[in-house]
C-alpha cells in the first residue's frame, strides 16, 4: 500500500514527483472562473497569483472528480502540479467537507498510478480530521487489484509515497488520525482483495484461511465451524446452501475483546463465495459478477480486524457465514425443507434466496452471546439494487433510533445509505403450508421481504440492523472518488465508526 507520511516542507523546495492542489468552482459573480484552494498558495505564487487563470484556459472548473494537469513553475522540484477539483466552495468561515476531501485524494491518488512520490498540498481546515479524510481517500483511491495480471504488460504500479502537507507531524491528534487512516484502508483494501479474487481461488475453506492468519497477525481469536461441526451443531441453513457445492460450508467466529469493554457489538456477514443461484440457476448476464456474493462477510471480517488494530475498548464479534450456492446432484430443491439451528423450518422455494438461510443461522448464533446490537451486512437482493440504485445501502432494523443512529453513522464517514421500512403487511407472504417460514414472498419490495425473513433469527429483544450492500458491493462502472471497479468494501467503514461508537457508550 501507500507509504504516508506528514510533512512540513515548503512546497517549493519538495522534492517529489507530483504536488496535488485543491481547485473549487467559482461562484457566478466573483470570480467566474475556478478557484485556487488554500493550501496552494506557494504554488500560486509561483504562478504570480495568476494560477487560476491557468487552470481556466486549460478547461479547469473546479467540478468534483475533475483532474488538471500542469507543469510545474520555473524553481519547483517537482516537475507536475494536478490540480483536483472540489466543487463549489464551502460557506464563509466553513471548511471543506472530509467526504470531499477522501474523495478528491482518491481521484488523485488513482491518477497518479505509476508515479513515486507526490505531495498532497489540499485545504486542511478541520486539521486532523481533515487529514485523515485526505490519508484514507489517497490509500483507498491508490488501490488497485492486479495478482492476476503482468503488470509489466497491463498496468502501472500505484502510487508509491505520499507526503501530506499542512499537517503537523508531531501532533496527537494529526497523528492518531493518520493511523486509524491506514489501520482502517489497510483492512479495507485486504476486504477489497477478498471480493475481488474469483471464485475458483476463493472457496468457504480458503475465506476461512485468509481469515485465520490475519486474525491471530492483530490479536483477534478465531474459531472455524467445518462441514463435521456444522452438521453436529444443526446449522441446517447454512448446509443447505452449501450442499451443492464441491467446497463445503464454514461458519467463522471472529472474536476482538477489550478489558476495558463495557459494550458487545456482534456483526454478521453473508459470505456466498459464489452464488450461481443453485438449482434455481441464474440466467447468463446475472452471474458474472456474483464472486461479490461474500462482500458483506469480506467487511465483518475488516471491521473486526480494524477494531482490533485501533484497540477500541469494546468487544466486537465477527461471525462469516461462508458456503457456496451451487446445483449439483446433492444441491438443496425448491421445496425441501430445512431446519435452521434455531430449531424453526423453513420451505426452500427459490434456492437462489441463499443468504438468508445462512445469515438465519448466523444471525441465531449471535444472538445466543446476547450482544447489545446486531448488525448483519449482506449483498442479499437485487430489489435493493432496483430501490436504491447501485451506491447507496438500504438500512432496516427492529429499532427505530438504532436504524438513524446506523444511517448517521454511515453519513459521517461517506458513506450514502437510506433507511428503509419493514413492513409488517409482507410476513404473510412469506407464510408455508409445510414449514414455519419459506425463504420467498410477495415480490414487490424484495428488498424488505428479506429484511423480515432475517428478523425472524434475531434473539428476542436485541437490537438488530440489517444492512443490504447489494447495489454499493461492487462497482461494475467506472471508477470514481475513491471507489475503484470492482469490490469496493462497502460498509466496512461503517462498521468501524459503529464499533467507535459503542466503544465510547453512544450506541445502543
Ligand atoms: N446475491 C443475490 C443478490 C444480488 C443481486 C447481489 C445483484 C448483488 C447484485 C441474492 O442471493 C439473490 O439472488 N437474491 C434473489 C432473491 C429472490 C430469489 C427472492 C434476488 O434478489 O433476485
Ligand atoms: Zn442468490
Ligand atoms: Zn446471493
Request: glycine residues 12%; contains cysteine.
Amino acid at each position: 500500500m501507500t507509504a504516508l507520511t506528514l510533512s512540513t516542507a515548503a512546497v517549493p523546495g519538495l522534492r517529489a514527483d507530483a504536488i496535488v492542489i485543491g481547485v473549487a468552482k467559482g461562484t457566478a459573480s466573483k470570480p467566474a472562473g475556478p478557484v485556487v484552494a488554500p493550501g496552494a498558495e506557494a504554488v500560486d505564487q509561483a504562478y504570480d497569483g495568476g494560477l487560476a487563470g491557468v487552470l481556466e484556459t486549460l478547461g479547469a472548473s473546479g467540478a468534483e472528480g475533475e483532474v488538471t494537469k500542469l507543469p510545474a513553475p520555473a524553481g519547483f522540484k517537482a516537475p507536475l502540479v494536478v490540480a483536483v477539483g472540489l466543487g463549489a466552495q464551502p460557506g464563509k468561515d466553513a471548511g471543506y467537507d472530509t467526504e470531499v476531501l477522501r474523495r478528491a485524494a482518491g481521484v488523485a491518488a488513482r491518477t497518479l498510478a505509476g508515479v513515486k512520490k507526490a505531495a498532497f498540498a489540499l485545504p486542511l481546515t478541520d486539521a486532523a480530521a481533515d487529514a485523515g479524510a485526505v490519508a484514507e481517500g489517497v490509500l483507498l483511491g491508490a488501490y488497485t487489484f492486479d495478482a492476476y495480471k503482468d503488470r509489466g504488460k497491463n498496468g502501472k504500479a500505484p502510487l508509491a509515497e505520499a507526503a501530506l502537507l499542512g499537517g503537523k507531524p508531531r501532533d496527537k491528534a494529526f497523528k492518531a488520525a493518520l493511523e486509524r487512516a491506514v489501520a482502517v484502508a489497510e483492512e479495507l483494501n485486504r476486504a477489497r482483495d477478498l471480493i475481488n479474487t474469483p471464485p475458483n481461488d476463493l472457496n468457504p475453506e480458503a475465506f476461512a484461511a485468509v481469515a485465520q492468519v490475519a486474525a491471530k497477525e492483530h490479536g483477534v481469536k478465531v474459531q472455524v465451524l467445518d462441514e463435521k461441526a456444522l452438521v453436529k451443531g444443526g446449522y441446517g441453513g447454512i448446509l443447505g446452501v452449501g450442499a451443492g457445492s464441491a467446497a463445503g460450508p464454514r461458519l467463522v467466529k471472529l472474536s476482538y475483546t477489550s478489558s476495558k469493554a463495557k459494550k458487545h457489538l456482534a456483526l454478521v456477514g453473508k459470505g456466498i463465495t459464489y452464488d450461481s443461484g443453485g438449482i434455481s440457476l441464474k440466467p447468463a448476464g446475472h452471474n458474472e459478477t456474483m464472486k461479490c456474493d461474500m462482500s458483506g462477510a469480506a467487511a465483518v471480517f475488516a471491521a473486526v480486524v480494524a477494531a482490533a488494530r485501533l484497540g477500541l475498548q469494546v468487544n466486537v464479534t465477527g461471525w462469516l457465514a461462508l458456503a457456496e450456492n451451487m446445483p449439483s446432484g446433492s444441491a438443496t430443491r425448491p421445496g425441501d425443507v430445512l431446519r435452521m439451528y434455531s430449531g424453526k423450518t423453513v420451505e426452500v422455494l427459490n434456492t437462489d434466496a441463499e443468504g438468508r438461510l445462512v445469515l438465519a443461522d448466523a444471525l441465531w448464533a449471535a444472538s445466543q452471546e446476547k450482544p447489545d446490537a446486531i448488525v448483519d451486512v449482506a449483498t442479499l437482493t437485487g430489489a435493493m439494487v432496483l430501490a436504491l440504485g447501485d451506491r447507496t445501502f438500504g438500512i432496516m432494523a427492529n429499532d427505530d433510533a438504532f436504524r438513524s443512529a446506523v444511517h448517521e453513522a454511515a453519513e459521517e464517514v461517506g458513506e450514502p445509505a437510506w433507511q428503509m421500512p419493514l413492513p409488517e403487511h409482507l410476513r404473510k407472504g412469506m407464510d408455508s403450508p409445510t414449514a414455519d417460514i419459506a425463504n420467498m414472498g410477495e415480490r414487490m419490495g424484495g428488498g424488505l421481504v428479506a429484511g423480515l425473513f432475517l428478523r425472524e433469527f434475531v434473539g428476542e429483544g436485541i437490537t438488530w440492523a440489517h444492512l443490504d450492500i447489494a447495489g454499493p458491493a461492487f462497482n461494475e462502472g467506472a471508477p470514481f472518488g475513491y471507489t475503484p471497479k470492482g469490490g469496493t468494501g462497502s460498509a466496512v467503514r461503517t462498521l468501524v465508526r459503529l464499533a467507535e461508537l459503542a466503544a465510547s457508550g453512544d450506541l445502543a
